[in-house]
Nanobody, 125 residues
């Protein structure tokens, strides 16, 4: 059974940084994609960034491009989201999600079939 577990959330002041981790397990193949998503109170879940295990290709939402960096440690099956220059509008519960047997990632929620429980990120002004 494939599982993902997020960690690394917390409270940070605007302009600060946090690094989230997504530890995955249970894959039966080497080709999978992992995405980071977030959901603020009263808003829909939105895609933040994603990465492919196959070639490390990435994709970012416009709102985080240049501030967030997604990376993967294939040996540990762990994906990281380095978040710099954080803004109060980045406050949300951050989720990671995964899907096997695909090589091209997307920040659309629908294709992902395994989700973590989420980790809270709060950015104070």
């Amino acid at each position: 059974e494939v599982q993902v577990v997020e960690s690394g959330g917390g409270l940070v002041q605007a302009g600060g940084s946090l690094r989230l981790s997504c530890a995955a397990s249970g894959f039966t193949r080497k080709d999978y994609v992992i995405g980071w998503f977030r959901q603020a109170p009263g808003k829909e879940r939105e895609g933040v960034a994603c990465i492919s295990s196959d070639d490390g290709s990435t994709y970012y939402a416009d709102t985080v491009e240049g501030r967030f960096t997604i990376s993967i440690d294939n040996a540990k099956k762990t994906v990281y989201l380095q978040m710099n220059s954080l803004k109060p509008e980045d406050t949300a519960v951050y989720y990671c999600a995964t899907r096997e047997f695909v090589n091209v990632c997307t920040i659309v929620t629908r294709p992902y079939d395994v989700w973590g429980q989420g980790t809270q990120v709060t950015v104070s002004s």
